[in-house]
């Protein structure tokens, strides 16, 4: 079955400690997305990756990290969370040609204390 | 600056009722436009797109949209809704051609009652 996981569904943490949402795919997209929901905002994107070791800024992407070292991994890391960092964060993949719609994960709810 | 709207957060309709959420946007570029669905405690699927041609677009579960230039909207309208469609509904734009940043509304919060 096509689909992207992501891993932790939920999590608690506390300001400042380290940590990395995982994101798998095994469509063998070459595109990747991170995105958080917020109430009100909608979907705003973190970063995109357009293949391995290719990666750019999306529109919110101060206080995150990511990496692309193998096609079917995209992680999201958060080097010092802090609360306004609370949010729904979604991966999304697609296949290169960018006329095609992404394929969504189910979601990770942070929850930065 | 770019953007896109979804005039309405919360649209409560009963089943059978025909629904219509509305999606305008603003953009000095060509546009592909998107709605996607969000069933609760899942990711978001795709409802629909349009890339170019017709300007009526039908997707999956009984929705089309109609992609109106000169207002800049592309509405979603289904003619009889269903329990099952209660969901949160999102608007999105790829400016320029260009899906690697899509840009999404706020959402629709689509309510179905008995």
């Known amino acids: 079955e096509a689909q992207v996981t992501q891993n932790p569904r939920y999590l608690i943490t506390v300001t400042g400690k380290k940590l990395t949402v995982t994101c798998s795919q095994n469509?063998?997209?070459?595109?990747m997305s991170w995105y958080r929901q917020d109430p009100g905002l909608g979907l705003r994107q973190i970063y995109y990756s357009m293949n391995v070791e290719v990666t750019d800024k999306g529109d919110v992407p101060e206080g995150y990290k990511v990496s692309r070292k193998e096609k079917r991994n995209f992680p999201l890391i958060l080097e010092s969370p802090s609360p306004n960092q609370t949010s729904l964060y979604f991966c999304a993949s697609r296949v290169g040609v960018n006329v095609q719609p992404q394929h969504f994960g189910d979601g990770t709810r942070l929850s930065i204390l | 600056a770019q953007s896109v709207t979804q005039l309405d957060s919360q649209v409560p309709v009963f089943e059978e009722a025909p629904v219509e959420l509305r999606c305008n946007y603003s953009?000095?570029?060509?546009?592909?436009l998107f709605w996607y669905v969000q069933y609760p405690n899942q990711g978001l699927q795709l409802l629909l797109k349009y890339l170019s041609g017709s300007t009526l677009v039908k997707g999956i579960n009984g929705f089309e949209a109609e992609f109106n230039k000169s207002q800049t909207s592309f509405h979603l309208r289904k003619p009889s809704v269903h329990i099952s469609d209660t969901a949160e509904y999102f608007c999105a734009v790829a400016l320029g051609g260009n899906t690697d940043k899509l840009i999404f509304g706020t959402g629709t919060r689509l309510q179905v009652f008995p």
């Open positions: 469509m063998n997209h070459e595109y």
């Open positions: 953009s000095s570029v060509s546009v592909y």
